[in-house]
């Protein structure tokens, strides 16, 4: 028989096609059995079977794209399965589990950084986003220009004209940033001190996230021993240790778009005449924003804050774009999905890899129901 | 009512024009399977592309009825992520393109090519040089090796006489980092480098694996014990680290002088830039031909090529040598198209084919006879092809070549923060290293 590949993909489609509408009818035929056992009147087994009918593509897809490709990832977490070594997967219980927690220096450095990103970078992404979001929610020309110019990063990702501008933006000696710290420093001469207060203190810190994550504080030792900054230093942003991962932090918090549109759709959900009657009481500016816009804003920022703290435990993008082809920095800043990457696609141990996923999952899992059970404590809902 | 009866004979005139159908005999025309070859390169010149596209594809699909050619261009970054994905999956291109180290990596499931591209298959094979030891996986071929790319000291012999240094490229450790601090220039305004006294595959952190073991090599290091355990506990070992981090400060600093690196120039970083008129910044390059300028510039005039000679003043086993690479192409297992795929590479690995491919990126072919031309007009390739087949070192043979990447790396970016001293990186590589090979 002679074979086409174009008549292949098109037979492939009439097939996928003819297994979604097979497995929807079955799924329908189903629901409405189990329906007729319950006793369920005709009409409404009727219902049950076109409910089903219908909801089963979708049933089919989660089924098939989710649940099968998660229950195999539970397997082999539990196997040594190398995906290049054509043999099959070995089952050695919990040893992958085992490894993880109590053996592997890299996946704890790797829970560090993620942390370190986590609490210092993902409060910044939110404070910035806010202070977006409060300025775009006042009457201003070319209001829907800067509405635009800040959710452009989330359009645009992270692809390589991105990667290029940002490897260009954080060289150390010509790029735009450090250019523009100089022209400042330069300018107005006490912004200087700022910068290298600045630097100090993040340097301080990065070191000592370090020195928690290597278990050896040589580097912060040597940062403190140091002491203040000389006059021309600026960040060594994609260069050094020290800065890389406040380098991703960067990226972070240009990555800022989503949230900023949602707390600005929450802005825009607060009634004018709070605010109006404050003035009228001779609140400030600043007051009636901290007084009243905040706490109605609660309910968006803890929204902002569960999606955020789930998306930084999962970051991997701007560290694999910035620093994929800088393997000395790589352990600086790894975090657990990049481990995971790493584990998985670069060394092939799949159930390895596996293991680390659930135990992502278990800690993201954790976090969430932390946050859902305090969000009472802070969180107003008053106005909806 | 009438709708039924339309039905009806709709249904039965279908079933009678497929039996008329059935009833045509058939004709007695040769059917050729049609078949697609594919085949995934990673960053290829696009003069490279374009000649196999306009050349050995039409070639190979003419000769091979009903076969068709597909090429994928992939890269370099990321590659590891999408070949896990064919193997995964047990399902990709024919043929993959490989570096020197993944023959160990990927080789189970590369397929053994000995009966189709071996001695008796094709007597072309002996014409390989030793690249062709690259593309084995427990002594049997696996695919073809196409150019062989040592990396070798690149130096620019007028900054080194601007300088005072007079004596060419340094031949021992200790000529290095004299050199290093004599021709490295920090801008005290911006705390960055404007002139690198040596660039070492990565400029930023002069702690590449690859330029490691380069300097290990160089001293007669071996890789592993006799037993097959890794020898990071060797005094070779120690004296290279010592070496990467001395070299480092030389040009550096301490690590709390915290300079910045050489700003990212036009074209290679011994070169010239045309706007400016003025050097990229480095005084010598320990890289492959590919960081180096087009062979068409005039500053190659200015420009040295030796190997790099190691310590002999303190290692007397040390030897010069330029680092083999080389890239390849293999056959997956997993492949339906084996023998049609050791056609194809008998087609693009000819003599004159591997020399045409290795012209459209000016490298040296991995088969000795296609080494004419080009190769021998050239000044600079005739030199390079001479001091590969003088002191190359195969960039193979490396065991967990991945894992061993991964910890190097992690450890060297250690040492030149000065967060672990030479002795705790060996150590830290030596039992990390030893793990992974379940020694």
């Not at chain 2, 590969?388 to 190097?408: D, R």
Request: net charge negative.
């Amino acid at each position: 028989m002679v074979r086409n590949p174009y008549i292949d993909a098109v037979l492939t489609a009439l097939l996928a096609i003819i297994f979604i509408i097979g497995s929807s009818v079955g799924i329908g035929m189903l629901a409405r059995f189990i329906a007729k056992l319950a006793g369920a009147t005709r009409r409404k087994q009727e219902n049950t079977f076109a409910g089903y009918l219908f909801a089963s593509p979708w049933i089919v897809g989660f089924l098939i794209f989710v649940i099968i490709p998660m229950a195999f990832s539970l397997y082999w977490s539990f196997t040594d399965y190398r995906v290049v070594s054509n043999e099959p997967a070995q089952w050695v219980g919990f040893d992958n589990y085992n490894q993880l927690i109590m053996k592997d220096e890299g996946f704890h450095a790797s829970i560090v950084n993620t942390l370190f990103l986590t609490a210092i970078g993902l409060p910044l992404q939110m404070a910035v986003a806010l202070f977006l979001a409060v300025l775009l929610n006042r009457k201003m020309r070319g209001e829907r220009i800067f509405r635009m110019a800040f959710y452009l990063p989330v359009v645009l990702g992270f692809n390589t004209a991105v990667l290029l501008a940002w490897r260009l933006m954080l060289n150390t000696g010509t790029g735009i940033i450090n250019q523009l710290i100089r022209a400042l420093t330069k300018a107005f001469p006490p912004y200087g001190y700022l910068n290298r207060a600045l630097i100090f203190f993040q340097e301080v810190i990065s070191a000592l996230f370090l020195g928690i994550s290597n278990g050896n504080f040589n580097l912060l030792n040597q940062v403190i021993k140091a002491g203040f900054p000389a006059e021309n230093r600026v960040p060594l942003w994609v260069q050094s240790p020290l800065w890389s991962k406040m380098s991703v932090v960067l990226l972070m918090i240009w990555g800022c778009g989503t949230m900023m549109l949602i707390f600005l759709a929450g802005l825009k959900n607060i009634p004018k005449e709070l605010s109006e009657a404050a003035e009228v009481d001779g609140a400030s500016n600043w007051k009636r924003f901290w007084r009243i816009s905040f706490p109605l804003l609660t309910p968006y920022i803890f929204y902002n804050l569960v999606v955020g703290l789930i998306s930084s435990l999962q970051i991997f993008e701007p560290i694999y774009v910035l620093y994929r082809d800088n393997q000395p920095l790589v352990s600086s800043v790894i975090s657990m999905v990049y481990y995971l990457w790493q584990a998985s696609f670069r060394h092939f141990e799949i159930g390895y890899g596996s293991a680390i996923s659930w135990l992502i999952l278990l800690i993201i899992l954790i976090v969430t129901v932390i946050q859902f059970k305090m969000q009472n404590r802070w969180v107003n809902y008053d106005l909806y | 009512m009438r709708t039924k009866w339309l039905v009806l004979v709709l249904l039965v005139s279908i079933v009678l024009s497929a039996c008329g159908a059935k009833a045509v005999p058939e004709t007695e025309v040769p059917v050729v399977e049609p078949v697609t070859l594919k085949i995934y390169l990673l960053d290829y010149t696009p003069d490279t592309i374009a000649w196999l596209k306009s050349d050995i594809n039409p070639a190979f699909e003419a000769a091979h009825p009903g076969a068709t050619v597909e090429i994928t261009e992939g890269s370099w970054s990321g590659w590891d992520t999408t070949f896990s994905g064919f193997f995964a999956a047990g399902e990709g291109p024919d043929i993959i393109n490989l570096g020197s180290e993944m023959n160990t990596l990927y080789g189970a499931s590369l397929a053994d090519m000995d009966p189709y591209l071996g001695k008796a298959a094709w007597p072309d094979i002996t014409n390989f040089g030793p690249a062709l030891e690259n593309a084995k996986y427990q002594g049997k071929l696996r695919g073809l090796p196409i150019f062989t790319a040592p990396r070798y000291v690149f130096c620019r012999t007028d900054l080194m006489e601007a300088l005072g240094w007079t004596t060419g490229t340094p031949e021992n450790f200790a000529d290095w980092v004299s050199f290093a601090g004599m021709a490295s220039k920090i801008d005290s305004a911006t705390n960055s480098l404007i002139q690198q006294a040596l660039v070492p595959v990565d400029a930023g952190s002069m702690a590449d694996w690859q330029w490691w073991l380069l300097v290990y090599y160089s001293l007669g290091g071996q890789l592993y014990k006799a037993d097959g355990s890794p020898n990071f506990d060797s005094p070779e070992a120690l004296a290279t680290t010592q070496f990467i981090l001395d070299l480092r400060h030389a040009i550096y600093g301490p690590a709390v002088n915290a300079v910045g690196a050489l700003p990212a120039g036009q074209g290679s970083v011994i070169d010239v830039n045309d706007d400016t008129q003025k050097d990229n910044g480095a005084v010598c390059l320990a890289h492959s031909g590919w960081a180096a300028p087009p062979f068409t510039r005039p500053i190659w005039s200015k420009i040295s090529i030796d190997p790099f000679f190691g310590d002999p003043t303190n290692f007397p086993n040390s030897k010069p040598v330029v680092l083999a690479f080389n890239d390849w192409l293999a056959v997956a297992d997993y492949s339906k198209n084996k023998e049609l795929a050791a056609e194809w590479l008998k087609l693009a690995f000819s003599k004159e084919a591997n020399h045409k491919w290795n012209e459209t990126m000016s490298l040296i072919p991995a088969r000795n006879d296609a080494q004419y031309g080009y190769v021998t007009d050239s000044v600079q390739l005739k030199r390079e092809a001479e001091l590969a087949a003088q002191y190359g070192v195969g960039f193979a043979g490396i065991e967990e070549a991945a894992k061993l990447s991964t910890i190097m790396q992690d450890a060297l970016g250690k040492l030149v923060t000065e967060e672990l001293t030479p002795a705790e990186v060996v150590e830290k590589i030596q039992t990390e290293y030893s793990a992974a090979l379940g020694k």
